[in-house]
């Protein structure tokens, strides 16, 4: 039993500002909570390096908006036996430094995350791959150990496609197939991308994206106040969206999105191994209450681990509603009685393990 909900994103843009300094309009200025730990998007292991790699490199297939796969770099991805993938590159798919796209690119990405001298923390997604080999420049085969269904969901965005024998460059200088290329990082303070002419998918509608390191999530709402910030993503407080909402400077866009909170239990506790007091917990969680007043409304209330918006939910399933009279009464049957009516001693005491984030 858990109780969670799905957190929606805000993309809030400064529309005007008497304010604002001058610069090139064609470049879009987003400001980040922090930089990215690494360039080379094999060592990715935060949000913010993944937001560079989603903008310097391209995948072999990618998510729609409803989670299902659709084609990338790769056109088509068959599965002619369940120990078998074979993906058929698209054409004429350059990288930033003009060489094209081919077979090797994705061997040598693949093979380089499963080589234990690269601390990839990717290598645990693909244990049940066993070789990629190509049948030509445009077709490579994927081998896996034993019967995989979940394969292709791994071949989406992460990792992206790295050139062949890049080794260790992509630390300082990432070269890929995505639509901005890379300029420069001055590490903890500004990452600069410009758009790339040759993207296979057609030009990016704006010259560049800079992006401004600003750890303080209030400061972060004054670059948008002063106009030297254009956007922030998803990257706010919901009490300083609020107050930025209360303003006709700013362009606010919701979206879904697809991080959670929830509560996992540990039923090896013998305390919550009662399914009555698990369930007390449901009932006594009050998650509208906590969307509307904690997370200013960005959010709604889940019913598992799987989006509402994924092709895969289902919608009939146990949900728990706020109802505290029927979560006093099972921990009644639980045993866990009321020790002193309204006052302050406990009917029972947990360990509450949180992040920091």
């Not at 070789?131 to 969901?153: G, K, Q, R, S, Y």
């Not at 090896?268 to 509307?292: E, M, Q």
């Not at 289902?314 to 505290?324: G, L, N, Q, S, T």
Request: aromatic letters at 10%; proline letters at 8%.
């Amino acid at each position: 039993m858990f109780a969670a909900w799905l957190l929606g994103f805000a993309f809030l843009n400064a529309s005007c500002s008497e304010s604002r300094s001058p610069h090139d309009p064609s470049i879009i200025t987003l400001a980040v909570r922090s930089g990215p730990n690494a360039l080379d998007p094999r060592l990715s292991n935060d949000e913010a390096t993944q937001r560079v790699s989603q903008l310097v490199f391209s995948a072999l297939l990618e998510h729609t908006d409803d989670l299902r796969i659709r084609p990338s770099l790769a056109l088509r991805l068959d599965n002619p036996d369940p120990l078998t993938y074979i993906a058929y590159l698209r054409h004429g798919v350059t990288f930033h430094d003009g060489h094209e796209l081919t077979s090797r690119d994705v061997i040598y990405t693949f093979k380089s995350i499963l080589d234990p001298a690269l601390p990839s923390p990717f290598k645990g997604a693909f244990r049940a791959l066993k070789d990629v080999t190509a049948i030509d420049d445009h077709t490579v085969v994927f081998t896996l150990n034993e019967p995989f269904a979940a394969f292709p969901m791994q071949l989406t965005g992460v990792p992206p496609i790295v050139p062949d024998g890049a080794g260790d460059s992509l630390r300082t200088f990432p070269i890929g197939t995505g639509p901005y290329r890379f300029v420069r990082y001055d590490a903890d303070d500004t990452l600069e991308l410009s758009a790339f002419e040759g993207y296979w998918d057609g030009l990016p509608n704006n010259a560049g994206i800079i992006m401004k390191v600003v750890p303080d999530d209030t400061m972060r709402g004054l670059e948008l106040r002063k106009g030297t910030t254009d956007l922030v993503v998803n990257d706010l407080p919901p009490d300083i969206v609020y107050q930025l909402e209360q303003s006709d400077q700013f362009s606010i866009t919701r979206s879904p999105g697809l991080d959670f909170f929830y509560l996992g239990i540990n039923m090896r506790d013998p305390v919550l191994a009662d399914i009555r007091v698990r369930h007390a917990i449901g009932y006594a969680t009050n998650r509208d209450a906590i969307i509307s007043y904690l997370r200013r409304g960005l959010g709604r209330p889940a019913a598992g681990l799987i989006p509402d918006l994924a092709w895969a939910f289902e919608p009939d399933v146990f949900r728990f509603a706020y109802d505290p009279g029927r979560a006093r009464r099972l921990l009644d049957e639980a045993g866990r009685t009321d020790p002193d009516g309204d006052g302050p001693r406990p009917r029972l005491k947990l360990s509450l393990k949180i992040s920091t984030v």
